[in-house]
């Protein structure tokens, strides 16, 4: 078990490493060395003014350490198909997980020791945390993770389940407290350590391995971790978790007689396949965003017929959804005709889009005739957008 | 055979339908699966597609729906050839698969809608229409789920609701009984008989001949990719030269005989 946990963390390592290559691409790399090195600006900036030991400087410097807490769950990589071909492996299974358990502690770690670091002299010198202290604090937040991922395995058996929330909001609360006086740091690190070597060292009863809950937590993992890889890179393992959103049908057409077959199915996906649906809203509320922060009309409009044409562009793979689906390809639904279809939903999303935004406008901007005609031109960019540029495209792309 | 009333009833109903495989060759890329396959399946006739894994038979029924290219043959629906006309062709054709395959998107009813909406219903007649086969199939009250709520068995009812509720003159159903309760078995099964009645085509292929043989009563045997034989049951039994002692099931040891010595 132990080499096939091995084999999986292998394979695991390189795929993760693939994406994460696509994430921090350098255009991504260059944003974070700017961003990084403003906050740091800051940072220094802000410590040359602040007053020294406030009495809330230590509690902040103790939530803040025991974040990383929060960061990563248990890695098992168990897959569905194990339901069936390791059922038997029960008693191994604490074999596989302890590889899995190291693996888990990884991106914590990192967390941990960069928050540490940027922590340090505000926790030293503001804060007036001693050192040696400091360094305790951190091994402890480093056991209490361990603990985390201890109860993690735990929960994986037939056994009363422990709650992860109450785990971590004790652990959130012992370390916002605990550096108030700076001893008891000292005993909360002793008795993490005592606590993880009992359980290190105590044989284990083996109980029954709950095979259907690991599956179900592992398969939210993965999709927790390739939604983050999704946001900057098209992920091939991500399976879309449609949502009935009711709410939502008030925007379908209440009568079949006006609607075709493709226009029916791409209506729906764009409202219930999250992939699609938080496109839209995301770009929408990114629209929004931008022009609060620029506060001028001529800088909102120009930005915002940007996000209309981003958001365009990238639904236009909603052609070929239904392509792999073989009941389309059997019924008689004209997929010819797909492209125009797709191109009559997504000038009406456009319009949703131009009437959110300009709402929005009036909530956010100075309310003037030039931010009515800027409402005007932005409807006149969706309208050229949807009914001039998207068939051109559509045409093109031969879809 | 059709009575004299039944056979114009149908005429006058459907025209002159027919299910023609005509020389049929075709495969994966290039490889040719069946080979100079010929069928026809007339209007009140339900032909069993049997044969062992790999025979050939989902190869051939992928062919009929236009999902694979024929290397060579025709085939064609009451004279509407699929690879000239694929849309009118499509209209005829309804099918049940093996594996239930739903739009995630859309709920039941939302199913039955896009059904109305491909084969051109009429709405009223099919809204009435489905009402039934969903009392039948005990799903009327799962009208606004997503397909993700629903068991393997609840999912294949609704290939076989969508499937009828088109209403067309062929329709191809695989392995139709595999995740379905005793319940849904005989409610298909007579909706099998009820469609052949009105003379609908059937093609079925299926293992389970004991449930298959209530509604269907002419096989075609699929053997390495030809149709070696197509008759009744009895006149199978006699072309394999089965002894009346014998199981039916010995056809497919045959069946592994020839493969084997292929």
């Known amino acids: 078990m132990r080499k096939l946990a091995k084999k999986r963390l292998k394979k695991n390592f390189q795929q993760s490493l693939k994406y994460l290559v696509l994430v921090f691409n350098d255009f991504f790399v260059l944003a974070l060395i700017f961003l990084f090195g403003a906050l740091m600006?800051?940072?220094?900036?802000?410590?040359?003014?602040?007053?020294?030991?406030?009495?809330?400087?230590r509690p902040i410097v103790g939530a803040l350490l025991s974040l990383p807490i929060f960061v990563g769950k248990l890695v098992t990589l168990i897959q569905p198909a194990d339901l069936q071909f390791l059922l038997p492996e029960d008693e191994n299974m604490l074999i596989y997980l302890a590889p899995m358990l190291k693996y888990s502690l990884l991106v914590p770690v990192i967390c941990l020791l960069f928050l540490a670091g940027i922590l340090f002299p505000f926790a030293t010198i503001k804060a007036l945390v001693p050192s040696l202290t400091y360094v305790i604090a951190v091994l402890a937040v480093l056991a209490a993770k361990i603990l985390q991922l201890k109860v993690m395995e735990y929960n994986l058996f037939f056994t009363r389940k422990v709650s992860l929330i109450t785990v971590n909001?004790?652990?959130?609360?012992?370390?916002?407290?605990?550096?108030?006086?700076p001893q008891t740091i000292y005993i909360i690190a002793i008795l993490l350590i005592i606590i993880l070597l009992f359980l290190l060292l105590k044989p284990q009863n083996v109980t029954l391995f709950d095979w259907r809950y690991a599956v179900k937590q592992e398969q939210n993992r993965k999709s927790q971790i390739y939604n983050v890889f999704s946001m900057f890179t098209d992920v091939k393992e991500k399976v879309p978790k449609i949502k009935r959103r009711k709410y939502l049908d008030f925007l379908l057409p209440k009568s079949l007689a006006k609607e075709n077959p493709n226009g029916f199915?791409?209506?729906?996906?764009?409202l219930r396949n999250p992939e699609n649906l938080n496109l839209l809203v995301r770009m929408t509320a990114f629209a929004v965003l931008i022009s609060w922060l620029v506060q001028n009309w001529l800088w909102a409009l120009g930005l915002s017929c940007l996000v209309v044409f981003l958001?365009?562009?990238?639904?236009?793979?909603?052609?070929?959804e239904f392509d792999d689906n073989i009941m389309y390809r059997i019924y008689p639904i004209e997929s010819a005709k797909r492209g125009q279809d797709l191109v009559m939903v997504l000038a009406l999303a456009l319009i949703m889009q131009w009437l959110i935004i300009s709402l929005f406008w009036l909530l956010i901007l100075p309310i003037n005739l030039q931010l009515f005609e800027a409402s005007g031109l932005l409807l006149i960019f969706s309208l050229l957008v949807g009914r001039l540029y998207l068939p051109i495209k559509i045409k093109q792309r031969k879809i | 055979?059709?009575?004299?009333?039944k056979s114009k009833f149908i005429k006058r109903k459907t025209g002159i339908m027919v299910l023609k495989i005509d020389h049929l060759t075709g495969g994966y890329a290039g490889v040719p699966v069946v080979k100079d396959i010929n069928l026809e399946i007339k209007p009140g006739e339900a032909l069993g597609l049997i044969g062992l894994n790999g025979a050939g038979k989902s190869t051939t029924?992928?062919?009929?729906?236009?999902?694979?290219?024929?290397q060579k043959g025709k085939i064609s629906v009451n004279g509407i050839e699929l690879s000239s006309n694929p849309s009118a062709f499509k209209k005829q054709v309804s099918y049940i698969p093996e594996m239930p395959v739903?739009?995630?998107?859309?709920?039941?009813q939302e199913h039955l809608e896009l059904t109305i909406l491909s084969y051109n219903l009429n709405k009223k007649k099919a809204k009435k229409r489905a009402k039934e086969l969903l009392q039948q199939f005990r799903l009327d009250d799962k009208l606004d789920w997503l397909p993700i709520h629903f068991s393997k068995g609840m999912k294949q009812k609704v290939m076989i609701v969508t499937a009828f509720l088109a209403d067309t003159q062929l329709l191809v159903i695989d392995e139709p009984f595999t995740g379905l309760d005793p319940l849904a078995v005989a409610n298909l099964i007579a909706l099998i008989k009820q469609a052949v009645d009105n003379g609908k085509m059937i093609l079925m292929s299926t293992h389970i001949l004991a449930d298959a043989e209530q509604a269907i009563s002419n096989y075609a045997v699929l053997n390495n990719g030809t149709i070696e034989v197509v008759g009744s049951l009895q006149q199978l039994r006699e072309h394999y030269g089965l002894k009346a002692a014998d199981s039916f099931d010995k056809i497919y040891r045959i069946l592994n005989q020839e493969q084997q010595h292929a």
Do not use: C, D
């Open chain 2, 102 to 108: 739903l739009y995630p998107e859309l709920t039941l």
């Open chain 1, 169 to 181: 909001l004790l652990f959130l609360a012992i370390f916002t407290f605990a550096l108030i006086w």
């Open chain 1, 265 to 270: 199915l791409y209506r729906r996906s764009l």
């Open chain 1, 311 to 320: 958001t365009v562009y990238q639904l236009l793979p909603m052609a070929s």
């Open chain 2, 61 to 70: 029924i992928k062919h009929i729906l236009g999902l694979l290219r024929p």
């Open chain 1, 41 to 57: 600006f800051w940072y220094a900036q802000s410590m040359k003014v602040m007053p020294e030991n406030l009495w809330f400087y």
């Open chain 2, 1 to 5: 055979m059709l009575s004299y009333k």
